[in-house]
């Protein structure tokens, strides 16, 4: 289409004007209509003339790449020029380039090396619905920019399917646009049956449908939409073979073709055209003459895996926002048609929305990336969305395991700037930094890929077979060594054999997890060139993997706690277990690629996969900072006895413990403490005599502090046993401790003396009975009977005069009739009717 008559055409003249008093918009316009061709270039026609650059940050490789080409051309001007590119590997664009698309990932990097982005006057934010991680930093880090340092920056967010309200008020004050677009119905159907998708690979089913909808309609280009560049390849064999289609361009779209096979899918031809695409045909390019989608409902989508402890890209069912856009697509020049190989009731179980990554990805990487770019203080970042405080916890914890921080601060150490250079998960470029100095970069970047996948072994239902396959790949060697010998040696061997699907399906070797793997290889050891490591295989020996290993995972190192089990003890104090499959069946001491927590009837096991044994001599010569040798102390409820033992720790997990040694005494007497006062020991001369000074105390503390009194409560208590334990290490050394000595040791020398003046534990009546009194809760109590106090003064007080004494007053039989501390009131109000009721029943007694 003439870009002059696109729509995003009508908002030109808005955004010209918005732009003298704004310098930040929202753009929202649906997909195809012109966002990402056309605007950078009316920003930078009308608004940068030739001085500053725009900037236009994609989520896809391809295309930042492809639109370049297309503006470029639209341009007249030659790519690298005034238009151009930058990504991950490769580039083309210069000094002079005025309009730069570039990946998320890559601006960021770049703020590293040039926080103030000199000769940068617009950011474009491209695709942002995507919500991709390095889009939500890099719009923070714009943000933060141009509010400290750049006010001039110009901030543009892009999208289709914006949630226009969120971002608006994160970016207020800000010009919002819209433009409608141009879109045409699409009629929606499912495929019939969830057998068959079950059934049939994904590709058959969408060959058979492309046939079948070439012979109802007629007219317009098919988009079918695969997850990834191998289900593309299977679906354009399938395709072909098809007796409709033999007329029909079929063509693939994916990140991984050369730039001329990608523009060959953009292209109009006289016949009819097939392109099978991932998504980036959802919403970052638009192929013209579309009108029939075919949607496998598949995408690989990055999650973070919790086994592995690192983001994974692996194939999953995509939303129902996805789904819509990519039906959207047989609707921009006019009618359309969208098949959906899944069911019409699954549809509607499917997220309504993919989870921005911020919220589901491993986010290690982010903060490696903000810690280099100095920022630390996360809770106060301007986050568009904030993460889960517990993810960030997780990525510094890792971070510090993997040494990349100056331990106890929020700050990076050496290795930790030199981790940042890698644009990759730093437990990879740990572990690449340790294999280039022991010389078997590729073995562990092979290892690295494989680990991200799911296993390369399948079960063969012939286990003569599948013996004699584990057999070829060296499960003799393998062994007691590592779980990831024999997958290296199935990869290599695949590779020998060219990824033959047949040879793949007779020896249970799983061909798209091999495929998916060797790409990765391939993109690690390019990254490992880029940063000049060492990228030959030097050394055979396992030992020398084996290391490069643990300094990528120490974090999962675990001992074995038996050998009649499977039971391991991991770092930070974890627990769990060996699959049962592993080859490494004995080793003390070995390191997991893989952690799954299971949930099994609601207890949490921890199944420790991919094992390989470590030998303590490596941890040794890697992390000699790291081991340590205690002396614990601890309370032995059998032996009522604290015990000392000597452990060897590699950070906090235990390597080997020996009894013996002295306790602590400080710890001793605070372990014993503990016991006394849950009430597991018990003191036997802790008596009432002890509870009953306890309580005086108390009581003297409430009206007397002036004296000196403090309260005895539980601190008190527990130091006053602290006290009383010190020096001890078995319950026998403190049974029989006498415990009152302490506790009028416990109160101040000018205090002690006071407590039988201030709370005497008998009071003298005036007609010479004596009364005992009992002290609860701050208070005196006095029992005695009417008789005993027809001659006591109508109050009675203690404590320097400050606290009456409350009397219970009780019957001939002892039965309290009230409680009072004013006797008058008692004699006056209640009396007479007390009189009435017992001296009946007591007439010996005397009655006043
Ligand atoms: P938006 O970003 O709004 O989705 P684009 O700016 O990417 O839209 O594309 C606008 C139009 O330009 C598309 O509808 C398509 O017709 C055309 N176009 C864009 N890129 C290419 C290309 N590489 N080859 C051919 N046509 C293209
Ligand atoms: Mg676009």
Redesign the pocket.
């Known amino acids: 289409?003439n870009?002059t008559e696109?729509p995003?055409q009508e908002i030109r003249h808005r955004l010209e004007t918005e732009l003298r008093t704004h310098r930040r918009f929202v753009l929202q316009?649906?997909?195809?209509?012109?966002?990402?061709?056309?605007?950078p270039q009316m920003i930078h026609d009308a608004w940068l003339a030739a001085r500053n650059r725009v900037v236009v940050l994609q989520p896809r490789r391809i295309a930042a790449r492809?639109?370049a080409?297309?503006v470029a051309?639209e341009r007249g001007v030659q790519l690298g020029g005034e238009v151009g590119y930058q990504v991950r590997f490769e580039g083309a664009f210069g000094r002079d380039t005025k309009i730069l698309y570039v990946t998320e990932g890559l601006l960021l990097r770049q703020m590293l090396g040039d926080p103030l982005l000199s000769g940068v006057g617009a950011l474009i934010f491209?695709e942002f619905h995507e919500r991709h991680l390095y889009g939500d930093i890099s719009l923070a880090q714009a943000m933060l920019l141009q509010r400290d340092h750049r006010p001039d920056l110009l901030i543009g967010v892009?999208s289709?399917t914006l949630e226009t309200e969120a971002l608006t008020r994160f970016l207020t004050p800000c010009a919002v646009l819209q433009s409608a677009?141009r879109t045409f119905p699409v009629d929606i159907s499912y495929s019939a049956n969830a057998v068959e998708v079950n059934d049939k690979p994904v590709w058959e089913q969408a060959g058979h449908h492309v046939n079948r909808l070439a012979k109802e309609l007629p007219d317009g280009d098919f988009l079918v939409f695969m997850p990834g560049a191998y289900e593309i390849q299977r679906t354009l064999t399938e395709i072909r073979k098809q007796p409709l289609c033999r007329d029909m361009v079929v063509m693939p779209l994916h990140g991984e073709l050369t730039p001329q096979q990608q523009?060959a899918a953009?292209?109009r031809y006289p016949k009819r055209k097939v392109v099978v695409a991932t998504n980036v045909a959802e919403?970052?390019?638009?192929?013209?003459g579309v009108r029939i989608v075919i949607d496998s409902g598949l995408a690989r989508i990055p999650a973070f895996d919790p086994n592995r402890g690192i983001n994974t890209l692996l194939v999953q069912k995509i939303s129902q926002a996805s789904a819509d856009q990519r039906a959207g697509r047989a609707g921009?020049t006019a009618p359309g048609k969208c098949l959906r190989l899944w069911g019409e009731r699954e549809h509607r179980q499917r997220p309504a929305q993919e989870l921005p990554e911020v919220r589901r990805l491993d986010l290690t990487e982010i903060v490696l990336t903000l810690l280099a770019s100095g920022i630390s203080d996360f809770e106060n970042y301007p986050w568009f969305e904030a993460p889960d405080a517990k993810s960030l916890q997780r990525g510094l914890m890792l971070l510090g395991d993997l040494g990349a921080l100056v331990p106890g601060v929020r700050k990076l150490s050496a290795l930790g700037e030199r981790l940042a250079d890698f644009p990759m998960h730093p437990r990879y470029s740990r572990m690449f930094l340790a294999a280039s100095e022991q010389g078997c970069l590729p073995t562990v970047a092979l290892i690295a890929a494989l680990s991200q996948g799911r296993n390369l072994l399948l079960p063969l239902s012939d286990k003569r077979k599948e013996e004699k396959r584990d057999e070829m790949l060296g499960a003799n060697e393998a062994a007691e060594v590592s779980d990831f010998i024999m997958q290296v040696n199935a990869f290599n061997l695949l590779a020998t054999n060219r990824f033959n699907p047949d040879f793949c399906r007779e020896w249970g070797i799983h061909g798209v997890t091999a495929l998916t793997a060797g790409d990765l290889y391939e993109q690690f050891m390019r990254l490992a060139t880029a940063q000049r490591l060492n990228v030959t295989n030097e050394v055979h020996a396992w030992d020398s993997v084996g290391k490069a290993l643990i300094t990528g995972f120490s974090d999962q190192l675990a001992v074995r706690l038996d050998r009649g089990s499977f039971r391991c003890a991991l770092i930070h104090g974890r627990k769990g277990e060996l699959r049962k499959q592993t080859v490494v069946r004995n080793a003390p001491l070995v390191v997991a690629a893989e952690i799954e927590e299971r949930d099994m009837r609601g207890d949490v096991t921890t199944l420790l996969g991919d094992i390989t044994a470590v030998d303590e001599s490596w941890l040794r010569e890697l992390f000699p900072a790291d081991f340590s040798e205690t002396t614990r102390t601890y309370y032995d409820e059998s032996q009522r006895r604290v015990q000392a033992v000597r452990e060897r720790k590699f950070r906090d997990l235990i390597l080997e413990s020996k009894e013996g040694g002295e306790p602590n005494l400080d710890e001793a007497a605070r372990l014993l403490t503990e016991e006394v006062i849950a009430g597991r020991l018990t003191l036997k001369q802790w008596d009432s005599s002890v509870d009953r000074l306890i309580e005086r105390i108390n009581f003297c503390a409430n009206y007397c502090t002036d004296y000196g009194f403090h309260p005895f409560g539980e601190e008190e208590k527990r130091l006053m046993i602290a006290h009383l334990c010190y020096g001890a290490v078995s319950y026998k050394a403190i049974k029989e401790i006498e415990v009152l000595p302490a506790l009028w040791d416990f109160l101040p020398a000018s205090a002690r003396a006071l407590v039988d003046k201030f709370a005497p534990e008998v009071i003298t009546l005036p007609e010479g009975s004596r009364i005992r009194l009992r002290y609860e809760q701050g208070k005196a109590i006095a029992s005695a009977t009417v008789q005993q106090l027809y001659d006591a003064p109508a109050q009675l007080k203690l404590a320097q005069n400050r606290a009456p004494v409350t009397f219970e007053i009780l019957a001939p039989n002892r039965r309290p009739v009230q409680i009072t501390s004013d006797l008058a009131a008692f004699w006056t109000n209640s009396y007479p009717e007390v009189k009435k009721q017992l001296r009946g029943r007591y007439p010996k007694h005397e009655w006043r």
Not at 31 to 37: A, E, L
């Open positions: 289409m870009p696109l995003i316009a649906p997909t195809g209509s012109g966002k990402s061709t056309q605007v492809m639109l080409r297309r051309q491209d892009m289709a677009g523009d953009m292209e919403t970052s390019l638009t192929i013209d921009r």
